[in-house]
């Protein structure tokens, strides 16, 4: 997988194509807009790490050129631009995904690797299973043991994160960006309480048990019986 970064401060952009690279990806640094905007146009890359506030070009202009050109590869935002209507200007201009300075490089990771599978999904099935759950996407409905199981659009959210990247830990930061779209607060319960929730009508009434606490990590939904 090939990443661009295009990042003008020296510092920031040297630990993220160091952590990236260790991380396994091919990566490419320039710093500024005009440079950032010729790599993406003429080279092939699986995703963009793109500043907003950019050397003769801003990040804006330089996400929808590449927008207007044509090019679909996932892009995340990364700024110190910290405001709602930065955060809804990003997005609602074509980028997938928006991270604010200062940042985890743990979380950042996550988003690459989740904005890499979103982008490699192209047969998506409609219907997600494991073990005797059923995750209807189309219809929004979930089945355990042929019963019907009710959940608020949250719940659903959480599940469908969960059940998409079964098998993988996911961060309580990870999870409480992308189901509630809000930075994480460690001294927020709410990523543990909807956990309880959730369990509670997908888990508790059935064998094997899926969500399952990996202690000062985070939650994985796999079919092994794991202890919890």
């Not at 091919?26 to 793109?50: F, P």
Request: proline letters at 4%.
């Amino acid at each position: 997988m090939k990443i661009l970064i295009v990042e003008d401060e020296p510092k920031t952009g040297d630990y993220l194509r160091q952590g990236l690279s260790e991380a396994g990806f091919v990566t490419d640094l320039v710093r500024d807009g005009v440079d950032g905007l010729h790599q993406a146009l003429h080279e092939s890359y699986d995703l963009i790490v793109l500043d907003v506030m950019l050397p003769s070009l801003d990040g804006w202009r330089v996400l929808q050129s590449i927008r207007g050109a044509g090019k679909e590869m996932p892009i995340l935002f990364l700024t110190a631009r910290d405001g709602v209507n930065d955060r809804v200007k990003g997005l609602e201009s074509g980028a997938d995904d928006y991270l604010v300075k200062p940042f985890a490089f743990s979380e950042l990771l996550a988003r690459v690797r989740t904005l890499l599978r979103r982008g490699a999904r192209t047969h998506e099935p409609d219907t997600l299973r494991v073990a005797d759950l059923e995750v209807d996407l189309r219809r929004r409905r979930v089945m355990r043991g042929g019963r019907r199981i009710d959940l608020t659009a949250k719940e659903f959210a959480l599940l469908e994160l969960l059940t998409r990247r079964r098998g993988e830990v996911l961060p309580r930061s990870l999870i409480a960006s992308q189901v509630w779209d809000m930075n994480f607060d460690s001294d927020s319960n709410v990523v543990e309480v909807a956990i309880r929730r959730l369990r509670a009508k997908v888990d508790d009434d059935f064998e094997p048990r899926l969500i399952r606490t990996v202690r000062g990590m985070g939650y994985v939904l796999e079919a092994e019986d794991a202890p919890r």
